[in-house]
Structures are given as C-alpha cells and as structure tokens.
C-alpha cells in the first residue's frame, strides 16, 4: 500500500550514505533471466553493509562487527532499508516499517559504546507478524482493514521481551489476513491491509502462511530474525518453503498476551532465522512465564537454566542420535523428487554416526493422520466432529477473539459478528462473499469466520470430547513413536511439506522445528527436514538441529539452505498457485 510503504522513497539517500548504491541491469540482463528464471545476483544483489558482507550474515557475525567497530546497529537498519527498497516490491514480506527504528538502533549503539551489551540480540534488528502487538507507531491489525487504527494497550509480551533484549524492532511483516482463520479457500499470504506477499524462490506460487512476510523476509535477507505465529503449521510450513529455519515451540512455552487469537489450545509464537543459532538466540529472548498467559504457568521447572542456545551443538553429537522414521505415518505422502532429496539427507545424517529406526509410526496413525493432505476438520468428514482440530478451533476463536479485542481502543470492533459484518460492508477490499461477488484472494469468502460464529462459542459436549480426543491422541501417538524398545530417541524426522506432520504437532502442542534441505527442480521452492519432539523437548531440537545443519555446512551436500532464484520476479498473479511438488 503506497500511504505505508511511502518511507521506502529515502532508501536511496539512505544506501547513498551506507556507501552502497543499486545497480542497473541492462535490459539483456533482463531478458535473460525472463528467459531462464534463474537466481539472479543481477537484479537482487545483497549489497555489502559498508565492509559488512550482509549477504546470509548470522547475529554471531553482526555482533563480531559491531564489537570491533566495522558496523553499527544504525547501519545494519539502514542497509535493511535499503534491502528492501530492493525488493519489497516484487515479495512484499514488510507490511510496515517502524519510523522508530533507527532511533532505537542509535540508543543501542550508544549502550554499546559505553560498554553495555545486553545479549546476543543487541542492536540485531528484526520483525514480526502483523497479529503481534505492539505499542508504538504502528498498528497492528492481523492485516485486516478492520483493525486499522485501533490502539493496543502494550506491547505483546514477546515484543516486551525483544526489546528488554536490545532488539531493534524494524517492522511488521505481511501475513495471511486474520492467520488463515477467515477463509478456507483464499490465496496464502494474501490480506486486505498489506496485499500479496510472495516467495523470493518463486513469486507466483504459494509462500507458505500464515507467517508469509516473516518467513520470506528472513530468506530474502531482508531481515536478520522474524517471529511468527502457529496455529496449525503457520511457522513450520513458511519456513518450509522459504528454505530458511522454522521453530515452533511447545504451546505455554512462549506467551501469546498481545497476540490476536485463535485458539487457546494450539496457538504459539515461533522464531524463524537462517541459521538455527539464529532462530535459537530469538526463542531464549522471548521464551517465559507471563501472568498475562496461564498457559506459561506449566514451563516452570522444564525450561533450561542458561538457556536453549546452550544446546547448541556439531555434527560430532550425531554419534550419540537415534532418530526415528514415522514412514506409515508420514513419509508415504511425500513426492517422490522430496523423499529422494531427504533420504539422501539422512544416508548422511547416519553416515556421521546417527542411528535411523524406520517404522517408528504414530500410534493409531490410520485413524488420526489424514491420508489426503492438510485437513484440520479431518474428524467432522470421517463423520466425527467429537473427533475434529476444527471443531475446537471454531469454538475458542469466538470466544478468544472476543477477550483480545476488548482491551482495544479507538475501534468500534468488538465482536466476531463486527468484523463479519465490516467484511460484508467492504467487500470489494475484504471480499466477505465468496468470489466473483466478493475479492478472488478469498475465494470462499469468510467461511472460516461464519462456521466460528455458528458455534456462537459455546463449550458443549462435543467441544470437549473432540478437545480431549485431538490432544491425547496426537499426544500419545508422538510419545510412542518416540519410544523404542523402553528408549527414548532423539526425536522424529518427518517431511514437513506433509503437512498432517506438523497438523499433529499442532494438536498436541508439542514443539517441532524443520531445517532447510533443498529445493523442488519444478517450482523452486524449499524442501525440508522436520524434527518432532514431545512437549518441553526445545533442548533436543536445538542439540540434534544445530548438530545437521553443522554436517550440511561442512560438506558439499546440495541439500541444505540455498539462496532465493526469484522465478518468475515480474508476475504479480492473485491468488498464488497451490503447487508444490517436484517435477516426478
């Protein structure tokens, strides 16, 4: 939206100061990559931050700059800013930027200089989905028009938290409306605030939500660290697909006071990073109890003193794992080019020392494990809605909804009804109806919104028998196949691309991370190697994730985190293409 993005006309002067400047690509440069849909480092290079090579740096190598003098925290902002001025245009992962960046970047350079390094985090900046609240000059609106101009009562306590940590809060990153809760049928990473976010591998095919912004941002180095948020695999599935590192925590483990809602029961903040330190440095800043969230309450006692980044581990502890393979229950689904690349993956992963257990299925697999793709009412269409994630959710987002909307001011939105209704009331923009009444990125309209209503949040019987249902089952049948022969092993590899994976993940609120391992030849888009754990089990996600993502580095395996190819960089189709696959 030009009113929001209008700041982005001073990068220039900004890239002139940083001493970097953009440049221009013939117009056979242009033609060629038309041509070949290749990655280009013509069009999109990441230009060096004064003598900082920002191209894939880690919050390690900002901070050895920033101790030794070559780069400032005002620098890293305004070389971000210049990023983005590069290529907010074709991926639009930056919903809005925060006018009071560079003044926080300054008073953490300052703290610098005067000896005082808060953390890990000081002076890194970074961004967070659009449904993460935060007191300042932006808004904060699940990138619904509805919400524009409502004001928050205090940061989200994640945010709180970054800042505590000398973070420098950049921006707020395009997401799917309202997290994908409105619609069931929509374009991913669509909504009516901030428009179409695409993925720098391929702009015209699906980015991976509800997390879009936050995931592409972090890929395209755009941006050092995003938070996002997880209902249903809205952190693992972005990070998936942009190739970079998605960790999603058990739910308690981070608060979600200041964070607009879905359900009580699975939602959770998630960190995403190019590296896995990265990622873990964001989780060890945000991760807590908070009286604001009762959930949090549980984490006492099960949470690492010093920390998760004091997990972080080499390929020499693959020595010490035994992973299991889940192949009944997963693996079976994926295509043929992913499992190719990822048993590849893991030939090597055991090649270091690691021991793989094929067969480690989750228990009662054929009943609770969709055999058709992503499906969060899977029970109501076997004829069981006392057995349906969905079920759950269309209740606690009435109900959740309300409570986060109430301690808004300066807004007339109080109620699931009042934004159904402003739907319904700017339907060219909101698309309330489903299209062609309505907007072609919400196909089916506000379908997701009205089942919710329907329920009007009540909490009868079959609420709770398909809460209780969901969770034990999915939470035992992660525990056993973590179990083999009385042993716990390390942790479950799964390919997260089948996304009923990360489906009973969600349902058991049970933490999981995925690891960047490749690419699709068809589509360009990332592959990836999941991890899952049992609840609290944050420490062997960081021990066994920093333990691969050491043995890609170190070797010249081709699975692992590439950089974007920007496919197709001036096509600008709504809704995005739901394809995926590889080539076979």
């Known amino acids: 939206m030009p ?48 003598s900082f090579q920002l191209e894939e740096a880690t919050i390690d190598d900002m901070q050895a700059a920033m101790n030794n003098g070559t780069l400032t925290s005002v620098q890293l902002v305004g070389c971000y800013v210049l990023r983005t001025f590069q290529t907010d245009f074709y ?6 930027f925060n006018p009071d960046a560079l003044s926080i970047a300054a008073e953490m350079d300052a703290e610098r200089a005067a000896g005082k390094v808060r953390g890990p985090l000081h002076g890194i900046p970074f961004t967070v989905k659009d449904n993460i609240a935060t007191k300042d000059q932006m808004e904060t609106t699940a990138g619904s028009l509805a919400l524009v101009g409502s004001v928050v009562p205090r940061d989200a306590h994640v945010v709180a938290k970054l800042r505590e940590a000398g973070a420098v809060l950049f921006g707020k990153a395009t997401l799917s409306e309202w997290a994908d809760m409105r619609s069931n049928n929509y374009s991913e990473g669509y909504s009516a605030r901030g428009g179409q976010c695409r993925s720098a591998y391929n702009l015209t095919v699906n980015p991976g939500g509800s997390s879009s912004g936050s995931a592409v941002g972090v890929a395209a180095n755009a941006i050092t660290f995003s938070l996002g948020t997880e209902t249903d695999g809205s952190v693992i599935n972005p990070a998936m697909r942009n190739n970079i590192v998605g960790f999603k925590p058990t739910v308690g483990l981070t608060s979600r006071a200041g964070v607009v809602p879905e359900s009580e029961h699975q939602d959770t903040i998630g960190t995403f990073g190019r590296t896995v330190a990265d990622a873990v440095y964001a989780l060890d800043a945000i991760y807590g109890v908070d009286e604001r969230d009762e959930y949090t309450l549980a984490q006492d006692g099960k949470t690492p003193k010093d920390g ?17 393979i889940p192949w009944n229950s997963f693996w079976r689904y994926a295509d043929p080019e ?30 609770i494990v969709s055999p058709y793709g992503w499906d969060w009412d899977y029970g109501t269409n076997r004829g069981y809605p006392n057995e349906s994630e969905y079920t759950v959710v269309k209740v606690d987002f009435y109900n959740n909804i309300k409570t986060y909307l109430s301690e808004l001011e300066n807004t007339e939105i109080r109620s699931l009804e009042d934004i159904v209704q402003f739907n319904y009331d700017n339907d060219d923009t909101e698309g309330g109806h489903p299209w062609p009444q309505g907007h072609p990125a919400f196909y089916s309209g506000q379908d997701g919104f009205l089942a919710s209503l329907a329920t009007k949040g009540i909490k009868d019987e079959t609420y709770y028998q398909a809460l209780n249902f969901t969770q034990s089952s999915s939470r035992n049948g992660i525990d056993d196949a973590l179990t083999y022969k009385g042993k716990k092993i390390s942790g479950l590899l799964v390919p997260p691309d089948v996304a009923q994976a990360p489906q009973i993940a969600a349902q058991a609120g049970y933490p999981m991370i995925t690891l960047p391992a490749g690419t699709h030849s068809a589509s360009g ?22 333990a691969i993502e050491d043995l890609q580095k170190s ?11 920007w496919r197709d960089f001036q096509t600008k189709n709504i809704p995005v293409y739901n394809v995926y696959e590889g080539s076979d």
């Open 338 to 367: 992913q499992v190719r690349q990822l048993t590849a993956l893991i030939k090597l992963i055991e090649d270091a020392g690691a021991t793989i257990i094929n067969g480690t299925e989750i228990t009662d697999h054929e009943r």
């Open 3 to 50: 009113v929001l993005k209008s700041w982005l006309a001073a990068a220039t002067a900004i890239g002139m100061c940083l001493g970097a400047a953009l440049p221009n690509p013939s117009i056979e440069d242009i033609k060629i990559l038309k041509e070949k849909s290749v990655r280009s480092n013509i069009l999109f290079p990441v230009l060096p931050c004064g």
């Open 308 to 324: 998760y980044a004091s997990y972080l581990t080499t390929q020499d502890a693959l020595k010490d794992a035994v992973f299991g």
């Open 91 to 96: 991926i639009n992962s930056l919903l809005q």
């Open 555 to 565: 070797t010249n395996t081709p699975y692992k985190r590439t950089l974007p190819q």
């Open 525 to 546: 888009m990332g592959i990836g190697l999941g991890i899952m754990q049992t609840a609290y089990g944050e420490a062997e996600l960081v021990k066994w994730g920093s």
